[in-house]
């Protein structure tokens, strides 16, 4: 968990503070009082520190001091003030503070938390920057950095495009209008044939034109338009608005494919992503399995302590196959049952893996309400099948559950695989 240093003398605005963050899980708050504590805690806890909000007037030190020594160890800072004054506000960013935030209630350090949220979930966004102004790039990327963002340059839209395909996790894309070989407007169409707004977020930034070149950046398919020269402030809600609005649909379409009950993915999102991953392992000749699993005493536990233990061993489980095969494709099937897609495994390892999973399983009792439940299962693992495209995965799956049907008659707690072509001959 990251750490983060809270430094506040008041000690009203230090208990808000401290009831705000306990709302949180994302980070663990290092308090201090003094530029003096500060220090004691840095030197205890050093690079582990991933960011500081702090007061800007301390008892010993007054004068901002508190927010030289943080940035001079480049930490991250959000400043905390009890008045507005926009020459100080200017001073600070021109130093390289995160933001700076006035005092003026509960909203104002509950922004603050949300900020340093942001700037943990900033690690993961990947962003390019598009500009022919070298200048003006290294001012745009040196801002998100500040932000904490993995960004990325291009000189042009043709370079752009280039490094989007060798980097297909980029989540935004910045771009300026006019640049040689492709200006920013043609950059947008070019790439909006094959990005939706939901899956690379495009915003457009100049100083020169009016608000024609806005509306047309956004009818092109831009996100947003942002014109030179930026409101810190203002620059970093727009693009903050944007990442959040993406991330906000990418839960709705993780909620649609997840399991309500174990929150492993469900069984319409595996026969989806299933069928894609083993048609593209059948392109590359790469070996895949795919098992099924069955909890062989699920009824009886169902039977002895109730629906509402069902349900937490279920959930259990899940979560210990989600967790231990978190490498392959997991999901609910219906009732008591699983899938794993195995890419990469013959059904040998694939057999094998399952049946390791299997003892673990059975050796860590699930716990309902001070009861200790043993949990064992039987599985069907298919690797073999004729036919090709999606008949070829459905048989795979087919056959999976005739090799578990076979383990299921044969008395359970076993896992069987698809026999060895050399034992038929």
């Given at each position: 968990?990251?750490?983060?240093?809270?430094?506040?003398?008041?000690?009203?605005?230090?208990?808000?503070?401290?009831?705000?963050?306990?709302?949180?899980?994302?980070?663990?708050?290092?308090?201090?009082?003094?530029?003096?504590?500060?220090?004691?805690?840095?030197?205890?806890?050093?690079?582990?520190?991933?960011?500081?909000?702090?007061?800007?007037?301390?008892?010993?030190?007054?004068?901002?001091?508190?927010?030289?020594?943080?940035?001079?160890?480049?930490?991250?800072?959000?400043?905390?003030?009890?008045?507005?004054?926009?020459?100080?506000?200017?001073s600070l960013l021109a130093k390289g503070i995160v933001d700076y935030v006035t005092k003026e209630g509960r909203f104002s350090y509950l922004y603050a938390c949300n900020l340093v949220h942001r700037l943990i979930k900033n690690e993961s966004v990947q962003v390019l920057v598009v500009d022919d102004s070298l200048t003006s790039r290294k001012i745009i990327v040196g801002m998100m950095k500040l932000h904490r963002y993995q960004v990325l340059e291009a000189k042009d839209g043709v370079e752009?495009?280039?490094?989007?395909?060798?980097?297909?996790?980029?989540?935004?894309?910045?771009?300026?209008?006019?640049?040689?070989?492709?200006?920013?407007?043609?950059?947008?169409?070019?790439?909006?044939?094959?990005?939706?707004?939901?899956?690379?977020?495009?915003?457009?930034?100049?100083?020169?034109?009016?608000?024609?070149?806005?509306?047309?950046?956004?009818?092109?398919?831009?996100?947003?338009?942002?014109?030179?020269?930026?409101?810190?402030?203002?620059?970093?809600?727009?693009?903050?608005?944007?990442?959040?609005?993406?991330?906000?649909?990418?839960?709705?379409?993780?909620?649609?494919?997840?399991?309500?009950?174990?929150?492993?993915?469900?069984?319409?999102?595996?026969?989806?992503?299933?069928?894609?991953?083993?048609?593209?392992?059948?392109?590359?000749?790469?070996?895949?399995?795919?098992?099924?699993?069955?909890?062989?005493?699920?009824?009886?536990?169902?039977?002895?302590?109730?629906?509402?233990?069902?349900?937490?061993?279920?959930?259990?489980?899940?979560?210990?196959?989600?967790?231990?095969?978190?490498?392959?494709?997991?999901?609910?099937?219906?009732?008591?049952?699983?899938?794993?897609?195995?890419?990469?495994?013959?059904?040998?390892?694939?057999?094998?893996?399952?049946?390791?999973?299997?003892?673990?399983?059975?050796?860590?009792?699930?716990?309902?309400?001070?009861?200790?439940?043993?949990?064992?299962?039987?599985?069907?693992?298919?690797?073999?099948?004729?036919?090709?495209?999606?008949?070829?995965?459905?048989?795979?799956?087919?056959?999976?559950?005739?090799?578990?049907?076979?383990?299921?008659?044969?008395?359970?707690?076993?896992?069987?695989?698809?026999?060895?072509?050399?034992?038929?001959?």
């Amino acid at each position: 968990m990251k750490k983060v240093l809270i430094v506040e003398d008041s000690s009203m605005v230090m208990r808000v503070i401290k009831h705000v963050v306990k709302q949180t899980s994302l980070f663990q708050p290092l308090y201090a009082e003094t530029l003096a504590e500060a220090k004691a805690v840095i030197a205890e806890h050093g690079s582990d520190i991933f960011a500081a909000m702090v007061d800007l007037s301390l008892p010993d030190a007054p004068n901002g001091e508190i927010v030289d020594y943080t940035l001079s160890l480049k930490i991250p800072t959000i400043v905390l003030t009890g008045s507005f004054d926009s020459a100080r506000r200017e001073s600070l960013l021109a130093k390289g503070i995160v933001d700076y935030v006035t005092k003026e209630g509960r909203f104002s350090y509950l922004y603050a938390c949300n900020l340093v949220h942001r700037l943990i979930k900033n690690e993961s966004v990947q962003v390019l920057v598009v500009d022919d102004s070298l200048t003006s790039r290294k001012i745009i990327v040196g801002m998100m950095k500040l932000h904490r963002y993995q960004v990325l340059e291009a000189k042009d839209g043709v370079e752009a495009i280039k490094v989007l395909l060798d980097n297909p996790s980029i989540k935004m894309l910045i771009t300026d209008y006019n640049m040689p070989r492709m200006d920013g407007f043609e950059l947008v169409q070019n790439l909006r044939v094959k990005y939706v707004k939901s899956e690379l977020v495009i915003v457009g930034i100049s100083s020169e034109g009016d608000g024609h070149l806005t509306a047309r950046f956004i009818k092109a398919g831009a996100n947003d338009f942002i014109k030179k020269p930026f409101n810190h402030e203002e620059f970093f809600c727009r693009i903050t608005h944007n990442v959040e609005q993406v991330e906000m649909i990418e839960q709705i379409r993780d909620a649609a494919r997840r399991d309500y009950y174990t929150g492993v993915y469900n069984r319409y999102y595996f026969f989806e992503k299933g069928l894609q991953d083993w048609l593209a392992a059948q392109e590359k000749n790469t070996p895949a399995a795919l098992a099924v699993i069955d909890l062989d005493n699920f009824k009886y536990v169902n039977e002895t302590f109730g629906n509402e233990a069902g349900d937490a061993v279920m959930q259990q489980v899940a979560q210990r196959l989600d967790h231990t095969l978190d490498r392959f494709l997991v999901a609910r099937a219906d009732g008591q049952e699983f899938y794993v897609l195995l890419v990469g495994l013959s059904n040998e390892k694939a057999c094998a893996l399952i049946e390791r999973m299997g003892q673990l399983i059975s050796s860590e009792p699930a716990v309902w309400d001070g009861h200790k439940i043993a949990v064992r299962f039987s599985a069907g693992v298919a690797s073999r099948v004729e036919k090709t495209g999606e008949d070829g995965f459905d048989e795979l799956v087919n056959n999976a559950y005739q090799c578990l049907h076979r383990a299921k008659d044969a008395g359970g707690d076993m896992i069987i695989g698809d026999e060895d072509p050399a034992d038929e001959e």
